[in-house]
């Protein structure tokens, strides 16, 4: 079951087959474009409208990651609820996710988008381009399943040359293309991208003009943007929610709220994929615990001193590896904790039980 309507928000037959098993009279699929302390704005065939999650919904879910996110297609069911919202029965799975680890000390996963098919990782060429920070970002992008995009804004403002050349150092192929959305260099291939209905999520530091790029790809001011001031870096958030747009030529971009911080997630295979050099490296020291320090037949070490590795390079590697370790004994103490919470509830529950029988 699909329409144009549908299909021009990405609606794809992966969702429409894992629609099959929610198949029932007034169950219709919608996307997610926006969450409101606890509302989701959704789109689908009858509009936009508010919807909330079934108590069997926020009951089930075990992290914060369950919970329907800006991207998603949900299995709505259209008739109102008291409030005049409609409910979201279930998350259709997801193709991709960008998980991060939230700000804040609590660390809990937060799904940034989801069903994407690019990140476009933005920096600006004039003052916050950063290789160490891109190479956190590709490690995370190649864990989501989605393509990553280096796009270098504000080209109008900076040669983009020196820039291009660093982010190739650290891009193992991922295309970088340098744009400017006040003379408009370089939209084209962003609007490339998106053809066919593909959608995109614009990331990076607040400032760096994301909301302007889809203004300009609009043709209106409808996002909220903000001059950043040179005193004051404190960094005041022009956008302060994400949000999923349509564009008029065909695509999708989900906006988000600068990052301050982006932290990793369990799941480590992305750091190897976006360090593929060091990692075809390490297969070659050895030994297989190798931590490429001081170690006998280090190939890591012996190509930082034949030059062909950076030195950084390799201490951002071992950073987000360290990050990485830190994250799953954290995971696998989380678990052990639970499992004990789980024996403890079966114990009460066997002696209420008993004591009921007895008394
Ligand atoms: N010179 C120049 N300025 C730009 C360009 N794109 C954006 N800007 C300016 O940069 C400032 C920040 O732009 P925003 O679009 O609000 O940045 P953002 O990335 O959405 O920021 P947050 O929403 O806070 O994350 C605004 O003053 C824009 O006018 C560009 O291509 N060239
Ligand atoms: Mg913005
Ligand atoms: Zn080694």
């Known amino acids: 079951m699909t329409s ?8 794809r037959p992966y969702f429409i087959g894992h629609f099959t098993a929610h198949e029932a009279p007034g169950r219709v699929p919608a996307r997610v474009i926006t969450e409101h302390r606890g509302a989701y704005r959704v789109l689908g065939d009858e509009g936009e409208r508010w919807a909330a999650i079934t108590g ?36 259709l799975p997801r193709r991709t996710e960008f998980i991060r680890r939230a700000a804040g000390n609590e660390g809990k996963p937060q799904v940034v988008a989801a069903n994407v098919d690019y990140v476009f990782l933005v920096s600006s060429l004039n003052r916050d381009f950063s290789p160490r920070r891109l190479e956190r970002y ?14 270098l804004s504000k080209s109008d403002l900076v040669d983009p040359g020196p820039a291009i050349e660093q982010a190739a150092a650290v891009a193992r192929g991922v295309a970088i293309h340098a744009l400017s959305s006040l003379s408009g260099d370089g939209l084209d291939v962003i609007r490339g991208y998106l053809r066919d209905d593909s959608t995109g999520v614009l990331l990076g530091s607040s400032g760096v003009g994301k909301s302007t790029l889809i203004n300009r790809l609009l043709g209106e001011e409808r ?20 949000e999923l747009v349509l564009l008029p030529e065909g695509g999708i971009l ?34 297989t ?7 006998p ?43 004990k919470g789980k024996l403890r509830t079966t114990a009460r529950a066997l002696r209420s039980h008993l004591q009921k029988k007895r008394g």
């Not at 480590?268 to 490296?281: H, K, Q, R, Y």
Request: include cysteine; glycine fraction near 6%; proline fraction near 5%.
């Open 56 to 91: 069997k919904l926020r009951h089930e879910a075990q992290s914060p990651i369950d919970f329907p996110a800006v991207g998603d297609w949900v299995v709505l069911d259209a008739n109102p609820d008291p409030q005049g919202r409609a409910v979201i029965h279930a998350v």
């Open 223 to 242: 996002l909220a943007t903000k001059p950043i001031r040179d005193t004051d870096d404190t960094g005041r958030h022009a956008t302060v929610r994400r």
């Open 138 to 151: 590709l490690a995370l992008v190649r864990e989501s399943g989605a393509e990553p995009v280096i796009v």
């Open 4 to 11: 144009p309507a549908l299909e021009r928000l990405g609606y």
């Open 254 to 287: 989900i906006d988000t709220p600068g990052m301050r911080e982006i932290g990793l997630w369990e799941g480590s295979s992305g750091i190897d994929e976006a360090f593929d050099d060091i990692a075809t490296l390490a297969a070659q020291c050895k030994f």
């Open 289 to 295: 615990d190798c931590h490429h320090e001081s170690e």
């Open 297 to 339: 037949g280090c190939a890591v070490r012996a190509a930082v001193e034949a030059g062909s590795l950076k030195e950084d390079r390799l201490a951002s590697y071992k950073n987000l590896r360290e990050e990485q370790d830190r994250l799953e004994m954290m995971a696998d103490a989380r678990a052990r904790a639970e499992e």
